[in-house]
């Protein structure tokens, strides 16, 4: 799965299709009619987690990845499903799996960039106040919460706890502030670590417990199970990471 570090250098790289005009759009997807963006020019293409947003003149295309997204650039020889494809008279774009829709209102009425981890605009101090409303819930499942750290995927999630010695299965309420404090801010410099790992294509080689065999500090073998109530997969050290419950 994609996740925010990684569909930021995505956005990065279709950079230079902002300013250009869009010569032809198209989709296999029956309830997204393409011909409104034809002659349209792009303004913007930003991020919101795990969103590829595109801003035309006064309107937006809003672009979630989900699981299977993908995107590629100047080729279009992907076989999933087709949800939109731009060609420019400079290159083209395409989108593919993963939803696609229009946007009328204004980006800050729909979006809250504040929960956006990556975001010039994240509110630390707000994710601490909403981790406070679900005391009885796994942290594991709170990290992944978007409405509370948009954009934040397992490998943060993960990797975070295992910076801050926290086992997944660890409930909110447990955690004394300090700790909780603690764990968003090693979410945050989490991601911005994995931006730079990725854009030198050396990430794999820096995750201590995501999809690893041994703990990097005890050689122990690391825990690889279901957690919480989404069944997804936790990984972490049973030596470093304390349960607090
Ligand atoms: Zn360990």
Not at 103 to 114: M, S
Request: hydrophobic content about 35%; glycine content about 6%; some cysteine.
């Amino acid at each position: 799965m994609p996740e925010a570090p990684q569909i930021r250098l995505i956005v990065k790289d279709l950079q230079p299709f902002v300013g250009q005009k869009i010569i032809k759009a198209t989709t296999q997807e029956k309830d997204f009619e393409p011909k409104r963006l034809e002659g349209e020019t792009i303004k913007e293409i930003l991020v919101f987690g795990k969103q590829i947003l595109i801003r035309l003149s006064d309107f937006t295309v809003r672009y979630h990845l989900l699981m299977f997204g993908k995107v590629k650039i100047n080729e279009s020889n992907e076989k999933g499903k087709l949800r939109l494809g731009l060609k420019f008279s400079k290159g083209e774009f395409s989108f593919y799996a993963g939803t696609i829709y229009y946007i009328d209102e204004p980006l800050d009425e729909v979006f809250d960039w504040t929960t956006d981890v990556m975001n010039p605009k994240w509110d630390a101090t707000k994710a601490l106040g909403k981790l406070a409303k679900h005391e009885d819930e796994l942290i594991s499942d709170m990290l992944i919460d978007q409405d509370i750290f948009n954009g934040l995927g397992n490998k943060g999630v993960n990797e975070a706890l295992y910076r801050t010695k926290v086992h997944p299965a660890s409930t909110v309420g447990a955690l004394p502030i300090n700790k909780r404090k603690e764990i968003i801010k090693e979410a945050v410099d989490f991601s911005f670590d994995y931006l730079d790992w990725e854009e030198k294509g050396v990430a794999k080689n820096h995750f201590s417990v995501y999809l690893k065999k041994t703990c990097p500090v005890h050689g122990t073998p690391i825990k690889h199970e279901e957690i919480g109530k989404n069944g997804r997969k936790c990984h972490w050290c049973d030596e470093c990471q304390k349960v607090y419950a």
